[in-house]
């Protein structure tokens, strides 16, 4: 749909989703996305950079059309399908073209499209592809965020290729970053909900990154970065092990009474300094929450008790927070129940990949009394001092 010169030979051929609010079916997706494939001209061969979502393999085609090239070799980063998916199609119409990709990533092609085992040239750390005054050198990049993950580098022009690693989800025709904000925050949330569980994979990916010195980063999903150090340095704030003083509070309320601990232990926390947010888990997304949790030092999670355990939407959030693996360092409960709980050895057991640092929860029987207040006074003193540690 969207085909833009970045320069001699190097096209970006965009598919623009405005309308996707959904991914994995499980990732909201509130400014749309873009699934980004480049394509490559040398003077001898040409190169189509991972390709578009099967939805969308329609444009991909007529943009190769319109440009009316012949791809020698598509080069797949990445497995997963909304880069990979249009792959059989290319090669339907470039019978002769043949996939460029490290061995594990072969494997999950032929697993996930039954790719032809013959149409591949499997390439290891640092091979290169000669197109004829055009390079292109392959990295391993193994969990951003599969484990096939790979990055491609065009080493005349200095364009990274780097697929879902430093991406956005955000429906963009702009070839290039124009509003930083939107950008920062979509790929803070980006970040949050596909990345973070791997930040010490990141950490290392980073390093890669630097060394190669990009110009121009050119990831899959957003924008392209003529400032990589614009992306880089917001992924090393976030990878960082540094925290914020900052506490989220996602809760459910039924009748009311864990509302009332909710905001008395927000009140005692502002009082005390701190920034907190406020999360209703019935009516929040919760990629909003998991881009707070990058760099949020305190969760504190307040559900009343149903049959014994946490609320079903606190549950799915106990679970989320311990598959994305945030960096908090402390971890609160607070809540009211009717005649017994188990929440707090519920939501423990949740956590416990994580080995968190648990405050004392505060659960209190039915509506809050003046001393159950008072511990949720005591709750926000005990944030206090260990946020004083950061
Ligand atoms: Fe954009 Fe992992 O796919």
């Known amino acids: ?65 319109r440009l009316k090239v012949k791809v020698d070799y598509v080069i797949s980063n990445h497995a997963e399908q909304d880069h990979s998916g249009s792959i059989g199609d290319v090669l339907n119409l470039y019978p002769d073209a043949m996939v460029v990709t490290n061995s594990k990533c072969k494997d999950f092609l032929i697993d996930l499209l039954h790719i032809d085992s ?22 391993i990049t193994p969990w951003v965020h599969w484990p096939e993950t790979m990055i491609t580098f065009l080493e005349e022009e200095k364009i990274l290729f780097t ?5 956005s989800h955000i429906a963009t025709s702009e070839l290039y970053v124009a509003d930083r904000p939107l950008v920062y925050l979509a790929a803070k949330r980006y970040y949050s909900e596909v990345m973070m569980p791997f930040r010490n994979n990141i950490k290392k990916n980073i390093e890669i990154v630097k060394d190669i010195a990009p110009k121009i980063i050119a990831p899959s999903h ?35 009474s864990t509302k009332i601990l909710v905001d008395r232990l927000t009140q005692s926390l502002i009082d005390l300094d701190i920034e907190v947010m406020q999360f209703n888990l019935i009516k929040t997304d919760v990629g909003e929450i998991a881009t707070h949790m990058v760099d949020a030092a305190t969760i504190v999670l307040a559900t009343p008790t ?42 423990s057991n949740t956590l416990s990949p994580l080995k968190p640092h648990i405050i004392n929860p505060v659960l209190i029987k039915g509506m809050p009394k003046e001393e159950d207040l008072k511990l949720i006074d005591a709750l926000a003193i005990q944030i206090s001092e260990l946020h004083k540690n950061l």
């Not at 909201?28 to 390709?51: E, F, Q, W």
């Not at 640092?126 to 392959?138: V, W």
């Not at 697929?163 to 991406?167: I, N, Q, S, T, V």
């Open 1 to 65: 749909m969207s085909i833009k010169k970045i320069s001699d030979g190097v096209w970006s051929l965009r598919s623009i989703d405005w309308d996707r609010r959904i991914f994995d079916e499980l990732i909201s997706l509130p400014y749309g996305t873009t699934y980004n494939a480049y394509l490559v001209k040398g003077n001898d061969k040409c190169a189509l950079i991972d390709s578009t979502d099967p939805t969308k393999t329609y444009e991909l085609i007529n943009d190769l059309k």
């Open 118 to 139: 013959t149409k591949f040239l499997v390439v290891k750390e640092g091979d290169r592809l000669e197109l004829g005054s055009k390079t292109l050198q392959f990295k």
């Open 163 to 167: 697929c879902d690693f430093l991406g």
């Open 222 to 256: 957003g924008p392209v970065y003529q400032d990589p150090k614009f992306i880089i340095s917001a992924h090393e704030e976030w990878i960082s092990d540094s925290v914020k003083n900052l506490v989220l509070i996602p809760y459910v309320s039924m009748h009311g």
């Open 306 to 347: 149903v049959l014994l355990g946490p609320h079903p939407a606190a549950v799915y959030a106990t679970y989320l927070v311990a598959a994305l693996k945030p960096k908090t360092k402390y971890f609160g409960l607070i809540g009211s129940f009717g005649w017994g709980s188990k929440v707090v050895d519920m939501v």
